[in-house]
């Protein structure tokens, strides 16, 4: 039995001057680095697009960023070009202590899937490895903070749920994006799922 946070992509691109800021999210930083201490084992999560990611609006006709379109394996908002491979803006934010962390997980590299959730592809069957990296650990409990609430923190929560973790969200070291009531939305469906907000 053990515990580890999960910290949901804290770079530079979802950060203050990035090209898909989250309002307000580099005053979470200090604080995710002061919780680290506390936990056994700690993943940090990096969005790692190729370039033209089919997530991207650039990638499509007539479509602007926040514009949504069905994909093959569903709903899917467009957004401007983001966190690419290599990029200084997928780079993890300079203040983000990334000395404590045990695994690093990218996701996002298939160029026609968008990945929020930091264990399946949004096709909702292709892992990414880390459920099988925190069973092998005995890792029962997972804390999720970062970046965004209403995103990947959500899309994450939701699939550790399902994947019988106990689930925390702490919502004030988190920070979203929220368009089209997609906040509500998500603490909605973390809820309805088990996840405890806190
Ligand atoms: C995210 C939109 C696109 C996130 C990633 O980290 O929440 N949001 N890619
Ligand atoms: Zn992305």
């Known amino acids: 039995m053990s515990d580890a946070l999960i910290v949901i992509d804290v770079q530079n691109d ?67 070009d983001h966190c690419i491979q290599g990029s200084e803006g997928a780079e993890f934010h300079s203040e983000l202590n990334t000395s404590q962390a045990n695994l690093i997980i990218r996701k996002g590299m298939n160029p026609n899937i968008d990945s929020y959730s930091a264990f399946y592809e949004n096709d909702k069957k292709t892992p990414t490895g880390l459920e099988g990296y925190l069973k092998t650990l005995d890792v029962t409990d997972v804390t999720l903070v970062g970046l965004a609430t209403d995103f990947c923190v959500n899309y994450s929560a939701v699939d550790a749920a399902k994947l019988d973790f106990n689930v925390k969200v702490m919502t004030d070291l988190s920070r979203a994006i929220d368009i089209e009531g997609s906040l509500a939305d998500a603490f909605k469906k973390m809820t309805s799922v088990g996840v405890k907000l806190i």
């Open 14 to 80: 979802f950060c203050t001057g990035g090209a898909l800021a989250v309002p307000n999210s580099d005053e979470i930083i200090p604080r995710i680095n002061a919780l680290m201490s506390e936990y056994d084992s700690i993943v940090l999560t990096q969005d790692w697009h190729p370039n033209e990611h089919l997530s991207f609006a650039s990638s499509h006709k007539h479509k602007k960023a926040y514009d949504s379109i069905d994909m093959s394996y569903g709903y899917q908002v467009l957004w401007p």
